[in-house]
């Protein structure tokens, strides 16, 4: 298992941007998959957007084009940075680790997003 610790979350307005990141406590170049993922009140968690080093990245349709992930492996971190942020992306944040497909992933405990005027 990896431990994750997230920052970044806060209040914006309509149109702003935020950086979240996510320091990992093992290099981030043996963890095969990284992620964000948010869930609004009464809502299910959703795939914001994933990592699969070197192999692919994807995102959600409603952020695509707004939101980019990347890593920075000398910090150990993954990053998601958030551009145009709108109301509706208003959610508390999740980042994921998984380092092999037949492992457990592990969690952070969320950061909150909250995007309003």
């Known amino acids: 298992q990896v431990q994750l610790v997230e920052s970044g979350g806060g209040l914006v307005q309509p149109g702003g941007s935020l950086r979240l990141s996510c320091v990992a406590s093992?290099?981030?170049?043996?963890?095969?998959?990284m992620g964000w993922y948010r869930q609004a009140p009464g809502k299910q968690r959703e795939l914001v957007a994933a990592?699969?080093?070197?192999?692919?990245?994807n995102y959600a349709d409603s952020v695509k084009g707004r939101f980019t992930i990347s890593r920075d492996n000398s910090k150990n971190t993954v990053y998601l940075q958030m551009n145009s942020l709108k109301p509706e992306d208003t959610a508390v944040y999740y980042c994921?680790?998984?380092?092999?497909?037949?492992?457990?992933?592990?969690w952070g405990q969320g950061t909150q997003v909250t995007v309003s005027s």
């Open positions: 994921f680790a998984r380092r092999r497909p037949w492992e457990d992933g592990s």
């Open positions: 093992r290099s981030t170049l043996s963890i095969a998959t």
């Open positions: 990592d699969t080093a070197g192999a692919s990245t």
